[in-house]
């Protein structure tokens, strides 16, 4: 009798006390907890970006934001070179619409 009474007390005990291990939205979308669950950086740029347009902000990215502060010399030979070499970062991703035909503005 004491071993059920004490087993039952025990369960009452053990029910209210779960794991409140809930992750709210905010914290599974900041950029340290998505890179530590082993994503790549560039999957936690796109959710950071994705987020700020969302909020209506522009966010750009270190990289982005370096290449827009170079000379429109080096911005066009870059460009020339992406243009050339599809496989190039040109440092507009997730920034551009997509176009199925190039054009000359694209150089």
Do not use: C
């Amino acid at each position: 009798m004491k071993t059920r009474l004490f087993l039952i007390a025990a369960i009452a005990v053990m029910v209210p006390l779960q794991s409140q291990a809930a992750v709210s939205v905010d914290k599974t979308t900041d950029e340290a907890y998505v890179r530590n669950q082993g994503f790549s950086a560039q999957t936690a740029e796109i959710i950071t970006v994705s987020k700020a347009r969302a909020a209506g902000e522009e966010y750009y990215t270190k990289d982005e934001t370096d290449y827009k502060n170079q000379s429109k010399f080096a911005r066009f030979w870059r460009k020339l070179y992406v243009y050339t070499d599809p496989a190039a970062e040109d440092y507009t991703f997730y920034h551009h619409d997509n176009q199925s035909v190039p054009k000359y503005y694209d150089l």
